[in-house]
């Protein structure tokens, strides 16, 4: 069973970029899978911050390329 | 801080009479810029926009509050703001709350939510003294100048 944070973390992503959770797939890549462009990419980074009260710098953005590494990410965030 | 119109004509690259921002009264480092719109009586919007009863378009405060966000944005990142890059709307929500007329100061203030090189998030509001006239949040794009 996947813990709330997971799936917290997936409906924020599937709402912002309009794509459904059940096809949210975790190692889908944002922008070669998901159509993500620089815009839905800072709404998400901007939606995390606002509600999880974390900064993410922006040089690791690039580097967040799916769901599962939002995730690992940001959980790693929130411990700070 | 202030700017005139000079200094703001040197990053927008918006002109009459589709310039809505006369000037910066206030820049809080990265995090807020406060500009003003003076609402002048023979704006020509005021034409259609009601003949006899004039009130300035929502459309035109949401451009002069994208306006002052990109001013945000280029105080933020001086270096791309200075190689005049292409500035694209992505997504706007807003909401109107009380009407802007003539001879008002519209004072309109931007704040950074996230400004990244390629992009931002500003939240935005337009009011004439403490009378809040719009809300808005945008989310921009920059296409930089190969």
Known sequence: MKNNYEEEVKTL????????????????????????????????????????????P?????????????TEYTKHLKKV | MHWDKERIQSILPHREPFLFVDEIIEIDGTKRVVAVKNIKDNESFFEGHFPGRPIMPGVLIIEAMAQTSIILYCVCKPEIGKTHPNYYLGKVKAEFLSPALPGNRLILEAYNVKIIDEAGVVDALARIDDRI??????????KRNE
């Open chain 1, 58 to 70: 922006e040089r690791d953005i690039p580097n967040i390329r799916n769901l599962r590494q939002i």
């Open chain 2, 133 to 142: 006239v719009a809300k808005a949040n945008f989310v921009f794009g920059i």
């Open chain 1, 13 to 56: 992503v599937s709402e912002i970029i309009e794509i459904p959770v059940e096809k949210l797939m975790p190692d889908a890549d944002f922008f070669k899978d998901l159509g993500v462009d620089s815009l839905k990419a800072i709404e998400i980074v901007a939606a995390f911050e606002k509600k999880y009260r974390i900064i993410i």
